[in-house]
């Protein structure tokens, strides 16, 4: 289980990939088995969170590192840049950025 | 505090809005504000997670409804409306989408 708060100082990468509804699926899997077998063993790894839109045009990772730098290190990782590079072919497009979690707000 | 799992039934509102970053600051505030004044005393509401982008292009909300329909019913209130309207002209651009919860991965 993932947690989001407002208290803790990590890095939130949000990488939304647009996809073809036919590839949706195969995006997903992807991006499951390149975490479980490199992301996840990297240096500041916290969490990575793969949602699928209902109307099938979007792919969104929601991942947490414990910094910045450590996000960094990882794309400069020889074999983390072949699995993105297969997601990367996959996606009509993607958009990676680094975020602040900002408020969070329950009932 | 949110949290990701892949057990819960829920909806997972993923809206990214892409903003002018001399905007981003007041967009932030402006769902902040419309959260606790209208959205989380909606029936279905869970949470609402607000994010900004490092880089100052991009504040992206990610909320969890207890299902689709409560979700779609939100966007018939005109309360909630005004806020959403609100929302968009403070950006270039946004973009909301459903989704599932397809896999969680921790170190």
Do not use: C
Request: net charge negative; aromatic share 6%.
């Amino acid at each position: 289980m993932t947690t989001i708060s407002t208290d803790a100082p990590i890095a939130t990468l949000i990488n939304v990939f647009t996809v073809q509804p036919d590839r949706q699926r195969a995006l997903v899997d992807l991006l499951a088995h390149a975490t479980e077998e490199v992301m996840q063993h990297l240096p500041g790894f916290i969490s990575a969170n793969i949602h699928a839109s209902t109307d099938g045009t979007k792919v969104v990772n929601y991942a947490q590192w414990r910094s910045a730098e450590d996000f960094h290190a990882m794309l400069g990782n020889p074999t983390a840049r072949t699995h993105m590079q297969q997601a990367a072919e996959l996606a009509d497009h993607y958009e990676p950025h680094l975020h602040a979690v900002e408020s969070v707000h329950h009932r």
